[in-house]
């Protein structure tokens, strides 16, 4: 409890620091902050833009958080997205539930590779899913310029989606899906005797094993849902926003899910309100491009100067 | 020449150096053996000058100089760089500080060439080498080394006790502590034994051999003991050598470092439904960061907090843990407790096996006697116990048969009264 609380003060510090950085583009902090609130929640409209972009950063940050319970480093939630996002695209004709499911599954394979490197050859998940973003990424570069291509042949991208997730008002299924997502992982981790090994097994590794805790079963395990978290936000954001796959789809949704996990430290429903902060911050930084004519880029900024205030913190907190 | 008088060192509760005195003369090589958590360390850092003793007095002629059992170097400096850590300079260039390294180990007589590498490049025998040098470096008259053997080849420790001698020669006061009989039979002109904080034997290595310095580390065991054999179940453990019986205890004794760690953790991959207690508890014993009812609840096939914290509050009273609740942090627990804590995991189970390596190392008594006559109570009730353990007094008081092992090969099995007449030879390998 009081680690989220100082996770909420750190939110609040770097939202005032990212105001005062609005002095290096020439404009007033003020003004800056109220654009970015009338942007994010100023409007039903606007409400709606971060609801949509909340969605994949919860489930990237869900995964993150269980993988990093477990003591897992998956940096790799970029690719499982497209993973996720490919399966989903192909599953598409059997319609919306097959989509879903596929999508879960191929995040899990994608993240599981990783384990197996770890399992053959010790290879640090660090660096093996960071190496399997790159192949994703040009894994579904290569689909959308060649056999995945749109039937006009026109621009590098797939036909659409041949299902769509039911609209929810002036947002989709998937932020239900999100939402059941978050709390099914909260009951994992927090409410069943393998959640208690999981957590076990991430804080200490050696004291698991001799709790005859099978610590490699646990972190393979961990690893195949938190790819398959990220796998669904990949299938959710096909089938709920894009609707179809081009070379730039996953538009750091994965790397931001470090963010969100960070901030909610690790917390699987704090992840909730993480995924709405930073989801707010990328809708509102959107107007601040449009009105005021400063980069969007400031969204990225936040996600920086969150983890650094957090890292600052943490250090304080541990030399005291 | 170093004197230390009537030295004492609490931690917390625990005294690990208890009103020692002891004076090292120059010139001579002394060694200083006991058992882990015999006070060795401590009391040497004291003698350095690292720790503060709580009572006596440490009076030194001339510098102290300490080589710490784990590495002290910066990895990423070369070794040119380390040497001249520490030293008063202004500027110096890395030719001058390679050339001035090499002189520092021409003089000390030990051979290390090429400056200009990194530390992280060097084999293990290179870095107890450099470690030494620095050492030697600041012309110490006491020069105290830390089980400077134990990750030595042969070859590498036959060129240590060289120089060893030569420093003592040339009328340095040279100490180390070592678990190694052999060696210090080999090497030290003195021998001094430690048990439990307590220096228990001051003696000339001429004096004594290894067979009664093992004696006298691990405490004598007791004069013929009283012969009881338990009933015999049917067997419960055949593996690595050894059968144990349903109801019996057999005690695996050695002197620390001979392979129990390896053993206990190839039997712990083995059984997985055994109960073990692991030997270092901290570590491998709980969860620090979570709390008593997680940490009993981890072999649990259900996890709800009401009720686990309610199955802890019945654990913590069975086992009289000394704690403020179910939902305490288990690292902020004593030792003691956090090996009740195991304890009550382990054994809550009823396993037909129980595996516990060093189950009272570092406890005081009360926690000692306790985790005793769990034991007892657990071998009573049918369960086959394998104790191992370089408490000597510890296994003649639980075990109804032993093993000695020594440089990873279990002895045959043997009777109390046979383990008395031949434990210690056993265990100093001179058998």
């Not at chain 2, 102290?64 to 001249?84: D, M, S």
């Not at chain 2, 014993?285 to 259900?302: D, F, Q």
Request: include cysteine; proline fraction near 3%; aromatic fraction near 4%.
């Amino acid at each position: 409890m009081k680690r989220l609380l100082i996770a909420a003060a750190a939110a609040c510090v770097a939202l005032l620091l990212l105001a005062l950085s609005a002095l290096a583009f020439g404009h007033d902090p003020r003004e800056l902050l109220a654009i970015l609130v009338r942007g994010s929640v100023g409007s039903p409209f606007a409400i709606a833009g971060t609801l949509l972009k909340s969605v994949p950063l919860l489930l990237t940050g869900l995964s993150v958080a269980i993988a990093f319970r477990a003591g897992v480093w998956n940096i790799g939630g970029e690719g499982q997205f497209i993973a996720g996002a490919l399966a989903g695209l192909l599953g598409a004709r059997y319609g919306v539930i097959v989509s879903l499911l596929a999508a879960m599954l191929a995040g899990a394979a994608w993240a599981s590779l990783a384990t197996a490197m770890r399992l053959w050859r010790n290879a640090p998940e660090v660096l093996t899913t960071i190496l399997l973003n790159f192949i994703a990424i040009h894994l579904l570069g290569w689909c959308v310029n060649g056999p995945l291509q749109e039937r006009a042949a026109q621009y590098p991208q797939t036909d659409a989606a041949a299902a769509t997730l039911p609209a929810l008002g002036s947002v989709h299924f998937g932020v239900v899906l999100a939402l059941a997502a978050s709390i099914g992982s909260w009951w994992l981790l927090y409410r069943t005797a393998e959640g208690l090994r999981l957590r076990a097994t991430g804080l200490n590794p050696s004291a698991a094993r001799w709790a005859g805790i099978r610590v490699s079963a646990q972190l393979a395990r961990a690893m195949a849902v938190s790819g398959a978290a990220a796998g669904l936000a990949g299938g959710i954001e096909l089938l709920g926003v894009t609707h179809r796959l081009f070379e730039r789809f996953a538009a750091g949704y994965g790397y931001a899910g470090i963010a969100v996990a960070l901030l909610a430290q690790l917390h699987p429903l704090a992840v909730v309100a993480s995924a709405l902060f930073f989801g707010a911050l990328t809708t509102g930084a959107g107007e601040l491009q449009r009105t005021a004519g400063i980069s969007s880029g400031v969204a990225t900024l936040g996600q920086a100067v969150v983890i650094l205030v957090l890292i600052g913190v943490d250090y304080v907190r541990t030399r005291r | 020449m170093l004197r230390l008088e009537h030295i004492g060192k609490l931690f917390g509760a625990h005294r690990a150096v208890d009103d020692v005195s002891l004076t090292l003369d120059a010139g001579t090589i002394v060694a200083v053996v006991g058992e882990n958590g015999a006070g060795k360390t401590t009391l040497m850092r004291i003698a350095a000058g690292e720790l503060a003793p709580d009572a006596g007095r440490v009076a030194s002629r001339g510098g102290v100089a300490l080589v710490h059992q784990h590495f002290v170097l910066v990895n990423e400096l070369t070794i040119a760089e380390n040497l001249a850590l520490g030293i008063d300079f202004r500027f110096a260039t890395r030719r001058a500080l390679e050339r001035r390294a090499e002189a520092v180990i021409a003089e000390s007589g030990i051979a290390l060439t090429n400056v200009q590498r990194r530390v992280e490049m060097l084999s293990v025998g290179e870095k107890s080498k450099l470690e030494l040098i620095k050492a030697i470096a600041t012309k110490p008259s006491t020069l105290i080394l830390d089980e400077p053997t134990a990750v030595l080849t042969p070859h590498e420790a036959e060129e240590l006790f060289r120089v060893m001698r030569r420093l003592a020669a040339s009328g340095t006061a040279v100490t180390f502590i070592s678990h190694k009989l052999p060696e210090v039979m080999a090497v030290a002109e003195r021998v001094v034994v430690m048990r439990g904080g307590r220096l228990v034997l001051d003696t000339r290595a001429s004096d004594t051999n290894a067979e009664s310095l093992a004696r006298v580390m691990v405490a004598s065991p007791p004069s013929p003991p009283p012969a009881h054999e338990r009933a015999r179940g049917e067997v419960a453990l055949d593996r690595e050598g050894l059968v144990l019986h349903a109801g019996e205890i057999v005690a695996v004794v050695g002197v620390a470092g001979n392979g129990q760690t390896e053993l206990a953790a190839r039997l712990r991959d083995a059984l997985p439904d055994a109960g073990h207690i692991p030997e270092d508890r901290t570590r491998d014993g709980i969860v620090a960061a979570m709390t008593l009812a997680e940490n009993l609840a981890l072999k649990a096939s259900r996890w709800n907090p009401r009720a686990a914290a309610k199955h802890a509050e019945t654990m913590i009273a069975l086992y009289s843990i000394r704690a403020r609740g179910p939902l305490q942090r288990a690292g902020d627990l004593s030792g003691g407790n956090q090996q009740k804590l195991v304890l009550a995991r382990e054994l809550e189970r009823k396993p037909r096996v129980i595996v516990a390596a060093e189950p009272t190392r570092g406890l005081d008594l009360e926690a000692t006697r306790f985790v005793h006559d769990q034991l007892r109570a657990a071998a009573a009730n049918g369960a086959a116990i394998l104790l191992i353990t370089s408490d000597l007094d510890e296994a003649f008081a639980l075990a109804d048969a032993l093993h000695v092992i020594y440089r990873k090969k279990l002895s045959e099995r043997l009777g109390r009264a046979e383990a008395a007449a031949r434990v210690g030879k056993l265990m100093a390998g001179v058998a």
